[in-house]
Nanobody
């Protein structure tokens, strides 16, 4: 059974940084497509960044140059480094993995950016 557990959210001032972590059990991140989505109040869930098994990455235009997705194959953990945070980045952030034809989600972690 695949389980994803996020951590690292919190409250930060605009311009600050946070790093989110997503630890996996039941699968190996390096063999799958993994990523981060976010959902702000009253809005649909949107893609933030993802990484293929090849380690190539893709980002939403709104976070390019500010956010970085990375993977630690030894720890089987995916990270989202978020710099230059803006109030509009406030959302619940979800870790995501596509494993053997199915989508898996973490429980979400709240990120709040104050102005």
């Amino acid at each position: 059974q695949v389980q994803l557990v996020e951590s690292g959210g919190g409250l930060v001032q605009a311009g600050g940084s946070l790093r989110l972590s997503c630890a996996a059990s039941g699968t190996i991140f390096s063999q799958n497509r993994v990523g981060w989505y976010r959902q702000a109040p009253g809005k649909q869930r949107e893609l933030v960044a993802f990484m293929f098994s090849s380690a190539s990455t893709n980002y939403a235009d709104s976070v390019k140059g500010r956010f970085t997705i990375s993977r630690d194959n030894v720890k089987n953990t995916v990270y989202l480094q978020m710099n230059s945070l803006k109030p509009e980045d406030t959302a619940v952030y979800y870790c995501y993995a596509f494993v053997r034809g199915s989508n898996y989600w973490g429980q979400g972690t709240q990120v709040t950016v104050s102005s």
